[in-house]
């Protein structure tokens, strides 16, 4: 999606670690005129689909999650983390390697709000190499629920998660994908997006 390029291209920052900041407009200060557009988008790719919910990770996917649902007509469930595990039957969860901070963690949401017969759609700012994704659909998986796709703001696709998805056959809707990123070099976009 080229406005979303062009902001990654004027705002974002790439940082050591295969890292893009971009906080000042998708995860921390919020413009949200773009989200609602990226949400707009969203729910036009998964409209006829059927979704009953959008499950997102805590923090940075809720704002992006909220303008798709809202659009969707439906709610956002975001999985809290934990980094302790004193998790009750009262949940469902299971743990997630957390890309940006290199450790582990326990996610997890309520029995109460994910049942066997939502059709979700797992929605998320940035797709790197899939573990918060996966982490998300092994919630689904426990509630017996179905997976409808997924939607990304930003694929790093240079990190396999976005290929691996693809191969599986789930529907997975990039905005932007990143097939190059260096502190020195810039950022290339994959050409068909
Ligand atoms: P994955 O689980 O796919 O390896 O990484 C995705 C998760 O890590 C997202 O929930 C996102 O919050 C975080 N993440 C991964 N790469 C980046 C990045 O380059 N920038 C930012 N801001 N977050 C990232």
Do not use: P, W
Not at 43 to 70: P, R
Not at 91 to 105: A, C, I, N
């Amino acid at each position: 999606m080229k406005l979303l390029e062009q902001e990654i291209l004027n705002k974002g920052r790439v940082l050591k670690g295969d890292v893009l900041k971009v906080d000042g407009f998708l995860n921390h200060q919020l413009d949200v005129g773009l989200l609602s557009t990226l949400g707009k988008e969203c729910a036009e790719h998964f409209k006829s689909q059927g979704i009953t919910k959008v499950l997102t990770v805590e923090a940075s996917g809720i704002a992006f999650s909220c303008f798709i649902a809202y659009y969707l007509g439906v709610s956002v469930l975001f999985a809290k983390k934990n980094k302790t595990s004193n998790l009750t039957d009262t949940v469902y969860s299971t743990q997630v390697m957390s890309y940006t901070h290199g450790r582990v963690y326990d996610i997890f949401v309520s029995k109460d709000y994910l049942h066997s017969d939502d059709k979700v759609l797992i929605a998320d700012d940035f797709l790197a190499n899939g573990e918060a994704v996966n982490g998300l659909r092994r919630l689904i998986e426990q509630a017996g629920a179905s997976l409808a796709g997924v939607a990304i703001a930003v694929e790093k696709g240079f990190q396999k998660g976005g290929d691996k998805l693809r191969a599986e056959g789930i529907d997975l809707l990039s905005l932007a994908v990143i097939d190059e990123m260096s502190e020195e070099d810039g950022i290339r976009f994959r050409s068909n997006q």
